[in-house]
C-alpha cells in the first residue's frame, strides 16, 4: 500500500481515508466512544494526519515508529498512547505488522473530564494501571454485550482518570456513603437499563470520579458489578427451580435466552442449564 501524499484529518472511523477501512477488524459505537480494532501489515506508512477528537491507541502486537514534528518515538506491545485532537503526526508500521485498538473520545466525553481534571496537552505513552484498564477496555470490546456500553464507559472514564492524575494515589474515604448508595441503588436496579451518568445524578458524584472510587472500594467496574449481581441473581433463580431459563434471563434483565446463555457460561464456567442439573444433583 502507498501512502497519501497530503495532510488528513481523520474523525471517527466512518472518514478513514480510502483504502485504509481495510484494515478495520472491527468497530463499535457507544454513547460518547468510537472503538476500531486495527490490524496494519508490516512496512505500511501512515503519512502525516491528525484527528479532530482526543484518541489514545493501545499497542495489541506488533509495533510502530511514530512522529510528531522531529521527534520520532518506537511504540511496542502494551503501550498506550494519548494524541490530543489535531496534533499532526505520521506513523511508519514495524516489521512485525501493527495491531491496535483505537479509542476516540466524542466532545461530549471530553466536556465531562474536563469538569474535573486536565487532559495532557501533548502526545504521551502511558504504561502501568491505565495500560492494564485499556486491555480490560479490550477485552469488553471484544466480548460486547448489552452490558458493554455501560463498562467500556466506566473502564475509559478510569483510564482517563488514571491519565489526568498521574501522581501517588490515596484511598479516599470522603465519598464511601456515596459509593456504598451506588452500590444499593445498582442492588435495586439490577434488571433495568442504567447509564453511568444515571447513576451518578442518583448519588451527586461526577462520572469520573463515580468510576474510579468504586473500583478503589469494590475492585470493579459500576458495570462488571451489574453484570455480576445479574449473575447471583439468576443463580438463586436456577438453584431454587419453577422458572424456564428464558424467563429467569428476562427477569434479571438480560437481552434474550442466548445473551444469558453466554454471560453466565463466561462468568461460571457452566451453562445455566449445566448449573441448575448440578444443583439437584
Known amino acids: 500500500m502507498g501512502s497519501l501524499l497530503t ?29 476500531t480494532e ?4 508490516p512496512g505500511y506508512k501512515l503519512p502525516v494526519h491528525s484527528h479532530r477528537m482526543v ?10 515508529t511514530e512522529q510528531f514534528g522531529r521527534e520520532r518515538t518506537e511504540r511496542t506491545p502494551g503501550a498506550l498512547v494519548f494524541t490530543p485532537a489535531g496534533e499532526e503526526h505520521s506513523d511508519v508500521v514495524h516489521a512485525s505488522g501493527a495491531r491496535c485498538l483505537i479509542v476516540e473520545l466524542q466532545p461530549r466525553t471530553v466536556e465531562r473530564v474536563l469538569e474535573c481534571a486536565n487532559l495532557p496537552k501533548a502526545p504521551q505513552s502511558f504504561r502501568g494501571r491505565a495500560a492494564h484498564l485499556a486491555n480490560r477496555l479490550y477485552t469488553e470490546f471484544r466480548f460486547s454485550d448489552s452490558l458493554s456500553p455501560l463498562i467500556l464507559d466506566g473502564l475509559a472514564l478510569e483510564m482517563l482518570a488514571e491519565v489526568c ?48 472510587m468504586f473500583r478503589q472500594y469494590h475492585e470493579c467496574s459500576v458495570g462488571e458489578y451489574l453484570r455480576r449481581r445479574k449473575i447471583e441473581s439468576a443463580c438463586a433463580q436456577l438453584a431454587a427451580g419453577g422458572k424456564s431459563l428464558a424467563e429467569i434471563a428476562s427477569e434479571c434483565g438480560f437481552c434474550d435466552q442466548a445473551h444469558f446463555t453466554r454471560t453466565f457460561h463466561r462468568l461460571t464456567g457452566l451453562t445455566p442449564a449445566a448449573y441448575r442439573a448440578a444443583r439437584r444433583n
Open 165 to 212: 492524575h498521574t501522581g501517588p494515589r490515596r484511598r479516599d474515604a470522603g465519598p464511601k456513603s456515596r459509593i456504598d448508595h451506588a452500590r444499593e441503588f445498582l442492588d435495586a436496579h439490577y434488571a433495568e437499563p442504567v447509564s453511568l451518568a444515571r447513576i451518578a445524578d442518583v448519588v451527586s458524584l461526577h462520572p469520573v470520579y463515580l468510576a474510579r
Open 38 to 41: 486495527t490490524n496494519h501489515p
Open 7 to 35: 495532510r488528513t484529518v481523520y474523525c471517527g472511523r466512518s472518514s478513514a481515508p480510502p483504502g485504509l477501512g481495510g484494515f478495520h477488524v472491527r468497530t463499535l459505537d457507544t454513547s460518547g466512544l468510537y472503538f
Open 55 to 64: 484518541s489514545f491507541y493501545l499497542v495489541l502486537s506488533g509495533g510502530l
